[in-house]
T-cell receptor, first 113, second 114 residues
Framework: GENVEQHPSTLSVQEGDSAVIKCTYSDSASNYFPWYKQELGKGPQLIIDIRSNVGEKKDQRIAVTLNKTAKHFSLHITETQPEDSAVYFCAVSFTGGGNKLTFGTGTQLKVEL | ETGVTQSPTHLIKTRGQQVTLRCSSQSGHNTVSWYQQALGQGPQFIFQYYREEENGRGNFPPRFSGLQFPNYSSELNVNALELDDSALYLC?????????????FGEGSRLTVL
């Protein structure tokens, strides 16, 4: 089955700095790559996603890049703010997979003042 | 528009017991998925229901079972509970299964097995 590796497991940055989280996957059939943010006591919430027909997508301070050849994708957060502190999960899926997501192990991001 | 709601929020059971968790999907969504999230881990797919039929299952034993009702709400049942079943159980709804897209998660049911 699909295997998703996520790094780093913890990340501490100063407010205003950038944060980068990386994921690799194993199944070349995967073509949908979302990122979820999970705050304490809450369920995961989608923050950005990308499909395999594009290499980059940006939404304000958040961007995702995808390298299908190397089977890795990354989340970039610029100008980090304290409210960005949370656990971030990458995930993969594929068309025809019934919207079943395989998640990475998560990155605890801490933005320090 | 109400989001995904789950009940109960917390519960404690002992080994060998059975548990039922409930989920109401977001308005307009006909697909419900269940995920198990162990402490410090990412969610793991248990199964998905679409129009009252199971539509995909992860690597979980048959003692994990589910139902979806005509109003698209859903139940997750776990029999013969084991200590390793202690986890946060997340329900997610989506408007269909044809193509991969956003899942809308509830806040989860925290199960502790003693």
């Amino acid at each position: 089955g699909e295997n998703v590796e996520q790094h780093p497991s913890t990340l501490s940055v100063q407010e205003g700095d950038s944060a980068v989280i990386k994921c690799t996957y194993s199944d070349s059939a995967s073509n949908y790559f979302p990122w979820y943010k999970q705050e304490l006591g809450k369920g995961p919430q989608l923050i950005i996603d990308i499909r395999s027909n594009v290499g980059e997508k940006k939404d304000q301070r958040i961007a995702v890049t995808l390298n299908k050849t190397a089977k890795h994708f990354s989340l970039h957060i610029t100008e980090t703010q304290p409210e960005d502190s949370a656990v971030y999960f990458c995930a993969v899926s594929f068309t025809g997979g019934g919207n079943k997501l395989t998640f990475g192990t998560g990155t605890q991001l801490k933005v320090e003042l | 528009e109400t989001g995904v709601t789950q009940s109960p929020t917390h519960l404690i059971k002992t080994r060998g017991q059975q548990v039922t968790l409930r989920c109401s999907s977001q308005s307009g969504h006909n697909t419900v998925s269940w995920y198990q999230q162990a402490l410090g881990q990412g969610p793991q797919f248990i199964f998905q229901y679409y129009r009252e039929e199971e539509n995909g299952r992860g690597n979980f034993p048959p003692r994990f079972s589910g139902l979806q009702f005509p109003n698209y709400s859903s139940e997750l049942n776990v029999n013969a509970l084991e200590l390793d079943d202690s986890a946060l159980y997340l329900c997610a709804s989506s408007p269909g299964t044809r193509s991969a897209g956003e899942l809308f998660f509830g806040e989860g049911s925290r199960l502790t097995v003693l």
